[in-house]
């Protein structure tokens, strides 16, 4: 038999092709080893790399999705036919309003991943928006290689797209099934992979949530052999490459979840903090009320001391009112002592009783120097104001003289607005005085007080009343004589 070694050649290398292609050995099959160019939000992400392996396995001509939301898997399909440049038809299928399960969203999740798919992969894949049902009559009966089931977790739903979409796979049909390792909720994906695995070859992945593959068609790729036929230790080594490999891409969810984590922490620390917070606030809260208390207190003493001190000032004000009234009255003394006025009564006094009085005994007119000498005599030296205005401590500065000519004056008083003061006498006989007006009159100089003054501290007073003056002196012989001095009219000030 004549061969043509142009053929025996092409046999020799398809078979050679074949062993590689059949061969798990990734180098052979370095296409997953790409870096993933769609990075988005996803439970799939770990499953990358194999997804780009197992397109190099199967080589398929048609790759159906059922559930692609952000299109991490199906991107990961279309990636590795672009790479390997395989003739590839692939079709996603979502109604992209999302599920129960993995959460409901709106259209900007598809028209996000249009962005990224429709300039790389529109030549060979399309994204189809409807519900896996009504995508069914798209699809004729024996034409998928590959179906991607990845909707509706629950058992019902699952076995309803396997069911439904079964007749679609092709001899050398693969179905892959996510989440078969999710058992919380009613996911139901483990319990149909639990009734599939028994009946048809399979692999399974336990990482990334779970990844079922089975081999539906009569007629399995002879690249897919190595996998299902794979003893467990293999299976052991195929899963922990896939795993390690899948682990090295980091998914934005994870790297949310790790972040949402931290956030737990951070929160934790922050509740530790405001409480501490709240401690410290509480205990300032204590203080602040201490010293409120104590500035309370300090506040009452400083008024206290404010009014001391005003109280004070008052009398000091008094005070040199006083000193000042009195320097007044000692300087209206000392010009009325030294007046014209003065100055005649006096000599008209000499006059009357040195020549006047020897005169009237002389004439017999005794009575009248009897008269005389049994007199009560007095003068006021002040001036009295007519009206006084009366605020808190006003006094009036009085002084004069008085004499009896023949009693002994044992007392005097002065009244002023019914009140009694004490007069501050002079204890002298101010003979000088008498003489001038009485001359010999008590040679002994015994019967009288002269000069006398005092300061009346008058009291508030609620309305303007007369107020008359009065000097009171009691005698030795138990007898009293009140004078009057004058009349002052008071003014409440308030
Ligand atoms: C888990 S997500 C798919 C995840 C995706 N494979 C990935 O790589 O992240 C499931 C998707 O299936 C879709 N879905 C569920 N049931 C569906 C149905 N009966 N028809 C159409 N889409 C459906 C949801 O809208 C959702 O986007």
Redesign the pocket.
């Known amino acids: 038999m004549v061969t043509n070694p142009q053929n025996t050649n092409q046999q020799a290398r398809h078979a050679i092709e074949d062993e590689i292609k059949s061969d798990l050995n990734p180098f052979h099959h370095l296409v997953c080893l790409s870096q993933p160019l769609r990075v988005?939000?996803?439970?799939?992400?770990q499953h990358i790399p194999f997804a780009m392996f197992l397109i190099d396995l199967l080589r398929p001509r048609t790759v159906v999705?059922?559930?692609?939301?952000?299109?991490?898997?199906?991107c990961?399909f279309c990636q590795a036919v672009k790479i390997l440049d395989l003739d590839t038809r692939c079709y996603a299928?979502?109604?992209?309003?999302?599920?129960r399960?993995?959460g409901?969203?709106g259209d900007e999740?598809l028209q996000e991943l249009k962005q990224h798919h429709d300039p790389l992969y529109d030549s060979f894949s399309k994204l189809i928006r409807?519900?896996?049902?009504?995508?069914l009559p798209l699809f004729e009966d024996q034409s998928i290689d590959l179906l991607?089931i990845?909707?509706?977790?629950t058992y019902q739903?699952v076995k309803a797209?396997f069911d439904s979409w079964l007749p679609k796979m092709s001899e050398r049909g693969v179905v892959l099934f996510?989440?078969t390792e999710v058992r919380e909720r009613d996911f139901g994906v483990w319990q149909l992979w639990q009734e599939l695995k028994s009946k048809h070859p399979h692999f399974d992945f336990l990482h990334g949530y779970g990844l079922g593959l089975l081999a539906v068609g009569k007629s399995p790729p002879a690249a897919l052999q190595k996998l299902l036929r794979a003893s467990e230790s293999e299976r052991h080594r195929i899963r922990e490459f896939f795993h390690q490999l899948g682990s090295g891409i980091e998914s934005p969810i994870e790297s949310a979840q790790a972040a949402q984590q931290t956030l737990a922490e951070l929160h934790t620390k922050l509740k530790e903090k405001e409480q501490e917070l709240q401690t410290i606030t509480s205990r300032f809260g204590e203080r602040e009320e201490e010293s409120r208390v104590s500035a309370y207190h300090f506040a009452r003493h400083r008024e206290e001391l404010e009014a001391s001190a005003r109280r004070l000032a008052e009398k000091e004000r008094e005070a040199q009112s006083l000193i000042a009234h009195l320097a007044d009255k000692e300087r209206q003394i000392a010009k009325i002592t030294s007046s014209l006025g003065w100055r005649v009564l006096s000599r008209y006094g000499r006059i009357k009783y040195r020549y006047l009085l020897p005169l009237y005994k002389l004439l017999g007119l005794t009575q009248a120097s009897r008269k005389i000498s049994n007199s009560f005599l007095f003068n006021l030296d002040t001036l009295l104001p007519e009206e006084l205005v009366i605020g808190k401590g006003n006094a009036l500065y009085l002084s004069g003289w008085c004499f009896h000519t023949i009693k002994k004056i044992k007392r005097l008083e002065i009244i002023f607005n019914g009140a009694s003061y004490p007069v501050k006498r002079f204890r002298l006989a101010r003979r000088d005085v008498m003489d001038a007006y009485f001359p010999n009159l008590d040679p002994k100089g015994r019967s009288y007080r002269s000069g006398f003054w005092t300061i009346l501290a008058i009291p508030q007073i609620e309305k303007t009343v007369d107020a008359s003056l009065q000097l009171k002196a009691s005698f030795g012989d138990r007898s009293e004589i009140v004078e009057q001095l004058g009349k002052v009219t008071l003014k409440a000030a308030y």
């Open positions: 988005a939000p996803s439970f799939w992400t999705e059922l559930g692609t939301f952000t299109g991490v898997s199906y990961a299928i979502d109604n992209w309003q999302g599920d399960h993995n409901f969203y999740v409807s519900s896996f049902e009504e995508a991607h990845d909707g509706y977790h739903a797209d996510h989440d």
